[in-house]
């Protein structure tokens, strides 16, 4: 095991990363809001939204620059956010809505998780072709593991034994076992692999393959490809499907996919494989999240600066909340307070 001091010039990040956000209307609230969160690569801002007052803006974030991925931490009152031109995840306060500490990592970090105790980050650096593991506390690397180049797609198990990286330009799904930080075995998928879910009790690894227009399922045992999904919604040509987005039913019965450039999502019976339905949304349909209640999807839009609301019932795009510039990722303070 390697551990590693992080050497960075820490004050300019932080001066930037205090900076308050700028409250809007309602005044901050603690974890349990029911706030929806979408960072914005280009604003460099996390947009705030109160579903319950008809989505009102409640507040914009500033970050450091190129914001993307977003995680809670378990009680909601912290949520990181993976800046990728500043090469820090940025901390902000839910209560304050303000950015209030950030941690170092590699070049370009997109994606990542914590582990349960929120003790380790688990990050996938883009330009350097690595993935990190990081003391939350003491901001020291423990493992960094080299990777395909343009690692994105980050997925924890459970047990947080297995770590899953995907690689985009090697068409490749990495298997890391987190003792030991090292590559274990290496799946190959479809073209430039995106994200992951864990499905039917955590035997099924499903990927987002982006320039395959499919996703990719690997049985979990034995890293083995088992299936590929092919997705087409009508009216537009394969090369326009380009998945990215993949998230799970909270019944764990249906596959909910972004298309991307084809502006559609994809709804996936999970036990059988069928396509069952496609939904049209805004342009360039990048990440996704399920509401508080569980009856709506927001999917962000990448291209027309967007949020669709889809409602699930009727699988119908019911409404579309205008965002900052390039919206990335999408969470939802959906805990009680």
Known sequence: MSVLPILRTGALHLAGALVLGLCLGLPASAAGTGYVFVSNERSDSVWVFDPANDFELVAEIPTS?????????????????????????????????????????????????????????????????????????????????PTGAEPEGVLLTEDETTLYVTSEIADMVHVIDTASGTVVDNVIVGTRPRRFELVKDDTELWVSDELSGSVTIIDAATNEVIDQLQFLPPGFREVDVTPVGILLSEDGQ??????????HIAYVDVETREIEDYTLVGSRAWSLALSAEGTQLYVTNGLSDDMSVIDLETRSNVRSIPTGRVPHSIVVDDEPA
Do not use: W
Not at 254 to 263: C, D, E, I, K, P
């Open 254 to 263: 249906t596959m909910y996919v972004t298309l991307g450039r084809a502006n």
């Open 65 to 145: 620059s190129r914001p993307r991925d977003m995680q809670f931490n378990i009680d909601r009152t912290r949520l990181y956010v993976a800046c990728g031109d500043d090469d820090v995840i940025d901390v902000i306060d839910v209560a304050s809505l303000s950015v209030v500490d950030y941690v170092p990592t590699g070049r370009s970090p997109e994606m990542f998780v914590l582990n349960e105790n929120e003790t380790q980050i688990f990050v996938s650096n883009e330009e350097n072709s690595t993935a990190q593991v990081i003391d939350v506390a003491s901001k020291v690397i423990i493992h960094e593991i």
